[in-house]
């Protein structure tokens, strides 16, 4: 009974029956074997057998060095001389904050000489205006002494409550704003969601905004616009439904499609490009109907493979579906002047692609969707992105409301290097306090799961001291006072 396990486990490990049955005969087990080495096994079965049979079972093999026969000295072996690969240059790792200028360098000496601090932002702006009024020394030190100021007159309080007035700030206008869900994105054809869906949609991080829109520049496109329109045809999602005429010939069996030279040219597509595309179907002469007379034209055919009626509506859905040229996501592609050049505005947004076009300008090429934005340019650009699309909107229903409160607002939702929604699955459930979870939404839910595990509330926050009527620790309820009354002065 034993042989005949000791022969299953080995066949189980890959080792042939004739070697499992020997090794087995000779009285081995899989234990012993991992014990044993070559020339105990070569006593039984051949070498590379028993080399090949430790390797299956785990067992390292040395190699042995061969001998070398008597009489024949084995020449030196050539050492083999090989060409050093040329070094890589390494790649020059750009700095994000580009070197002072001459008159950045004077703003910040008389900061320095004056003990005052301001940031690099508003040194930049002062600077650049300075060198062009050029401005003397004694003049500039006056200036820069008024602008810190003024931005210590507009810096937070210590215990400043910024979120209430934040949220207040957004909250307040945002009552007034219209349900309208639409609005023309600078082209009357298309457009895009804007009003208050557009501030949910941006506050609720949605994966995909309900009206995805690009906004592309090109690189010195001037006034080309031929070349601004054939880059419009290039990037437009095409499907062969978008150029010819696609027919069910039930009777045979089989589909054919018929190409409309008038779309193949408003869509720039040549025949060779249909021909690319349409490998699977065979192009052939097909006699087709017109005006109640037949005519022999150039059609493409494909054939089904099984007399069925369902299995021929798939092949036609198949086949008008087929892509014939264009960026995956973007339906339509509309060019309108701006300025001194053509912009292309696209219904649908990919990017990843778009920015991979070599005539394309990425410094002036954005999208509304804001995760796709973070997943191809990083957290940083998605932030700018949620800043850039709540003031627009909020601008566009003519709501002013301070740029401060949206980048706090920014901050808050991409500060752990995600972007997170405002609401029970975002920033609001995932707050330490557990009444002010409680406050927001399905308040049952939160105080039994903090009951279960024990959770402590240490009331540090605004929502959770109004809960339990006490102050709240923000402005003068930050604070204790203590008063120590004089000490009597003895006589």
């Not at 215990?159 to 209430?164: K, W």
């Not at 002010?436 to 540090?460: M, N, P, Q, W």
Request: with cysteine; net charge positive.
């Amino acid at each position: 009974m034993a042989r005949k396990d000791t022969i299953d486990a080995l066949r189980r490990r890959g080792v042939g029956a004739r070697v499992a049955a020997d090794l087995a005969e000779a009285g081995y087990t899989v234990t012993s074997l991992k014990k044993a080495t070559v020339e105990d096994l070569s006593k039984h079965i051949r070498e590379e057998y028993a080399v090949s049979t430790l390797k299956k079972l785990g067992v390292k093999v040395e190699k042995k060095a061969k001998k070398a026969k008597p009489g024949k000295k084995k020449a030196p072996a050539k050492k083999k001389t090989t060409p050093k690969k040329p070094e890589r240059p390494r790649p020059v790792v750009p700095s994000k904050v580009p070197p002072p200028t001459p008159w950045e360098k004077r703003v910040l000496k008389i900061l320095e000489e004056k003990g005052l601090n301001l940031p690099s932002s508003i040194v930049g702006k002062v600077a650049s205006r300075a060198s062009v009024l050029r401005m003397k020394k004694e003049d500039l030190s006056k200036i820069v002494e008024k602008i810190c100021e003024r931005y210590e007159s507009h810096l937070v309080d210590p215990n400043e409550s910024c979120g209430i007035v934040s949220a207040q700030s957004i909250g307040e206008p945002g009552t007034q704003m219209t349900m309208r869900t639409f609005h023309y994105a600078g082209v009357a054809e298309m457009n895009v969601t804007l009003g208050l869906p557009r501030l949910i949609e941006i506050v609720d991080a949605r994966r995909v905004p309900s009206t995805p829109f690009m906004e592309i520049s090109l690189k010195d496109a001037g006034n080309d616009l031929e070349r601004v329109r054939s880059f419009a045809q290039e990037i437009e999602m095409t499907h062969l439904e978008d150029l010819a005429d696609i027919e069910t010939d039930i009777l045979n069996g089989r589909i054919v499609v018929y190409p409309n030279e008038a779309r193949m040219r408003s869509r720039g597509v040549t025949s060779k490009d249909l021909d690319k595309a349409l490998k699977r179907l065979t192009k052939t002469t097909v006699a087709r109907e017109i005006d109640g007379q037949e005519v022999k034209v150039e059609g493409y055919v494909m054939e089904s493979d099984q007399p069925s009626y369902k299995r021929l509506q798939r092949l036609l859905e198949l086949v008008k579906g087929q892509k014939i040229k264009g960026v995956d996501g973007i339906q339509r592609a509309i060019i309108r002047r701006r300025g001194e050049g053509y912009v292309v505005y696209t219904e649908g947004s990919n990017l990843a692609a778009v920015l991979q076009l070599p005539d394309v300008d990425a410094t002036r090429t954005s999208s509304n969707n804001i995760t796709e934005i973070h997943e191809v340019l990083g957290i940083e650009a998605a932030r700018n992105a949620i800043v850039k699309e709540a003031s627009e909107t909020l601008a566009e229903q003519g709501l002013n409301v301070d740029i401060r409160h949206i980048m706090l607002v920014a901050d808050m939702m991409t500060n752990d290097g995600d972007v997170k929604a405002i609401g029970r699955h975002g920033i609001s459930g995932r707050k330490s306090s557990v009444l002010a979870r409680a406050a927001f939404e399905i308040t049952s839910h939160h105080l039994l799961k903090a009951a279960v595990t024990g959770e402590v509330d240490y009331l540090d926050g605004v929502a959770e001291n109004v809960i339990v009527g006490q102050p709240v620790t923000l402005g003068t309820g930050a604070v204790n006072l203590v008063f120590s009354p004089p000490k009597p002065q003895g006589k």
